[in-house]
C-alpha cells in the first residue's frame, strides 16, 4: 500500500531523517519504534506529504505522492502529535467543523459524528468545551477527527503520551477494534514497547535517524534468542559489584537502575554461580536473580546500549 524509498531529510549539514526504506501492507499494524528525537514524527510528515524529503520518494500503490498528493491525502488520517483542536468548541462541535472541512454535510455528517463519539467513548461529553477535558479525552477527540472520512490508512504519532492509563487503554483498543472490524491500516509510532508489542504485526526500530532493525515482533525478539537478560535485585549494591560484572568478559552488558541490575549474557554461560560470587565478594545481598524471556525493551538495550527511555 505505502512505502517509503531511501527517504532522508537533512537539515543544515543533519540527518533528522537517513536513508529509510519501509513498507505497509494493507490491513498491517506497522509499529515504528525509537526514543525522542529518532525522528518518528520526521519520517511520518514526509509520508503523510506535510513536508518534503531531502531524498527518496514514497510511493502510495506504486505512485510517487511526490509528485500527486493528493490521492494519499484522500485516503489517509493523519493524528499528529500535537493536539490540534479548538479549545472554546465542544467536541460536537470540533467533529462538525473538521467535518466541514472534508467536505461533508447533512445527515451523514451527523451520522459519522454520532458513531464517532460512540467509539471514542465521548459521547455523553459531547456538548463539553474542548477546554474543560483530560488531556485522554482531547487525544481521543484528535483521533475521531482524523476518522471522519474514513481513512484506509491511519497515522497516530505518539498517541499516548502523558495521559492517564484508562484512556491509554482505551486508545490501544481502539486501534485494534479498528484494524480487526474495518480492516483499518494502521501505522503506530510510540516510545513505549509494550505499546508495538500489544499492537502491531510488523515492528521498525529507529534511533538518531536510522532503522535499527526490522521484523514481526518475534523475528526481532529472535534477535536475543542466544543470549539470556538476566535480572539482578540486591541490596547494598556497591560498584566494586557493578565494575566485576563489567570486567567480567563473558557479561556482555551491564545496566543499573536503582536496586536493578540488568546484563546480557550468552545462553550458554552459567551466570549464577558467577553472580553470588561476585555478590559474596563485594558484600551485596542478593534479593533475586532471574531470567526472563526477552522483550523489545531488552532488543532495544541491545542494539543500542540504551534505554528507550532516556
Ligand atoms: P521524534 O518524533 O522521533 O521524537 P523528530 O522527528 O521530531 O523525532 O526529530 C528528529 C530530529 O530532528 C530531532 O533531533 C529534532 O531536533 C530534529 N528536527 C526536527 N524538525 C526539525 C527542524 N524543522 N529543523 C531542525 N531540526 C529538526
Ligand atoms: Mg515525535
Request: aromatic share 8%; proline share 3%.
Amino acid at each position: 500500500m505505502l512505502e517509503l524509498v531511501n527517504l532522508s531529510k537533512r537539515y543544515k549539514q543533519f540527518y533528522a531523517v537517513k536513508n529509510m526504506n519501509m513498507y505497509i501492507e494493507k490491513g498491517e499494524i506497522v509499529g515504528l519504534l525509537g526514543p525522542n528525537g529518532a525522528g518518528k514524527s520526521t519520517a511520518i510528515s514526509m509520508l503523510s506529504t506535510l513536508i518534503e524529503p531531502t531524498e527518496g520518494d514514497v510511493l502510495f500503490e506504486r505512485r510517487s505522492v511526490l509528485k500527486k498528493p493528493v490521492s494519499l491525502r484522500k485516503v489517509t488520517g493523519v493524528v499528529p502529535q500535537e493536539i490540534a483542536l479548538y479549545e472554546d468548541l465542544t467536541a460536537d462541535e470540533n467533529l462538525f467543523f473538521f467535518g466541514k472541512i472534508y467536505k461533508m454535510s447533512g445527515t451523514n455528517l451527523k451520522q459519522k459524528i454520532d458513531d464517532i463519539l460512540d467509539l471514542i467513548g465521548l459521547t455523553d461529553r459531547r456538548n463539553s468545551l474542548v477546554k474543560k477535558f483530560s488531556g485522554g479525552m482531547k487525544r481521543r477527540l484528535n483521533i475521531g477527527v482524523a476518522l471522519l472520512h474514513d481513512p484506509e490508512l491511519l497515522i497516530m504519532d505518539e498517541p499516548t503520551v502523558g495521559i492517564d492509563p484508562q484512556s491509554r487503554n482505551y486508545i490501544l483498543e481502539t486501534v485494534k477494534k479498528l484494524n480487526k472490524e474495518k480492516g483499518m491500516t494502521v501505522l503506530y509510532t510510540s516510545h513505549y514497547m509494550e505499546e508495538v508489542e500489544f499492537l502491531c504485526d510488523r515492528i521498525y526500530i529507529m534511533d538518531r535517524g536510522n532503522l535499527i532493525a526490522v521484523g514481526t515482533t518475534e523475528e526481532i525478539k529472535e534477535i536475543l534468542s542466544s543470549e539470556n537478560t538476566i535480572y539482578i535485585e540486591a541490596e547494598l549494591l556497591n560498584d566494586s559489584f557493578i565494575t566485576a560484572l563489567q570486567d567480567e568478559l563473558t557479561i556482555k552488558k551491564v545496566f543499573v537502575k536503582n536496586e536493578t541490575v540488568t546484563i546480557i549474557v550468552p545462553k550458554e554461560i552459567n551466570i549464577f554461580r558467577l553472580v553470588t560470587e561476585f555478590a559474596a565478594n563485594s558484600n551485596v545481598q542478593l534479593k533475586s536473580l532471574s531470567v526472563k524471556t526477552p522483550t523489545l525493551e531488552d532488543v532495544f538495550l541491545h542494539l543500542t546500549g540504551r534505554a528507550l527511555r532516556d
